[in-house]
């Protein structure tokens, strides 16, 4: 048994959606959360900056005596998955694989739609993973770099989101695909409105739920899961506005945050 917290980064709020699984799923483990909100969005950035900022991220982290790490950034997942994997001590686990794995499964006609920040897009990262899975797997890939601002906003249900959800979404409408992956963890805020386009026949696969059952698998086969008799809970850390981290996060979690505590990766 190792009482150790997980740690959990991400650019900016998103990555709580992963939080909120592992409470889920995995009740006994704490988590301390970093999120880097100075310097999001990661989506619009350098493979190598990007990079660079994964780096920083877990090295505080690891300040937490961690004893996993999980990449909750999409575009982190795709820039500097493989970096990280080489360059740390504990285990990390990114987001992209377990979404990809989720959504093969549960394609029928094997035409996956796959949605996601610019970098996370024009990476591959997903595109690769679905066909490395099943190389018969077409997948449909669409950047949609304003669905971020619409989800931090609480803009889940105004006619500018429908619009906006229209032009990036008829595109893979129109292909008829039957999975839609969720490749960002800002997206499962606007699941309403992305439905409203896409129809009740598109199955949504979000990878937070995937993700967490990974996290669960590692810490078993590595014999790190926690007994349950830590004393101390969950800690949220971001490189600024911790006051509208919280507000925002609220609404990602459907409950209170703790206390939201300052801090740099750099």
């Known amino acids: 048994m190792d009482r150790r917290p997980i740690g959990v980064f991400d650019s900016g709020v998103g990555g709580l959606t992963v939080v909120n699984e592992i409470q889920r799923q995995l009740p006994k483990e704490r988590v301390v959360y970093f999120g880097d909100t100075a310097r999001f969005p990661y989506g619009s950035k350098s493979v190598e900056t990007v990079t660079e900022f994964a780096r920083q991220d877990s090295q505080f982290l690891l300040g937490f005596d961690v004893k996993l790490i999980v990449v909750a950034c999409n575009t982190a997942t795709a820039c500097a998955l493989d970096y990280l994997g080489e360059h740390l001590t504990v285990p990390v686990v990114g987001v992209i694989e377990p979404g990809a794995v989720a959504a093969v499964r549960a394609s029928r006609k094997k035409f996956v739609g796959?949605?996601?920040?610019?970098?996370?897009?024009?990476?591959?990262?997903?595109?690769?993973?679905?066909?490395?899975?099943?190389?018969?797997?077409?997948?449909?890939?669409?950047?949609?770099?304003?669905?971020?601002?619409?989800a931090e906003e609480g803009w889940t249900d105004r006619a500018a989101s429908l619009l906006i959800a229209h032009e990036y979404l008829d595109p893979l409408r129109e292909a008829m695909i039957d999975v839609l992956v969720l490749g960002c963890?800002?997206?499962?805020?606007?699941?309403?409105?992305?439905?409203?386009?896409?129809?009740?026949?598109?199955?949504l696969t979000d990878s937070a739920a995937e993700v967490t059952r990974e996290v669960g698998r590692v810490l078993r086969e590595n014999e790190l899961e926690s007994d349950g008799n830590a004393v101390s809970g969950h800690r949220f850390f971001v490189s600024d506005?911790?006051?509208?981290?919280?507000?925002?996060?609220?609404?990602?979690?459907?409950?209170?945050?703790?206390?939201?505590?300052?801090?740099t990766a750099g």
């Open 114 to 150: 796959v949605i996601g920040t610019q970098g996370t897009i024009a990476s591959g990262a997903y595109q690769r993973a679905l066909t490395r899975i099943d190389p018969s797997i077409s997948v449909f890939a669409q950047a949609c770099p304003l669905f971020v601002s619409l």
């Open 185 to 203: 963890t800002h997206y499962p805020l606007l699941i309403p409105v992305i439905r409203r386009v896409m129809g009740p026949e598109a199955i």
């Open 241 to 263: 506005a911790p006051l509208k981290f919280r507000e925002v996060g609220e609404r990602f979690l459907g409950r209170a945050l703790p206390t939201v505590e300052l801090a």
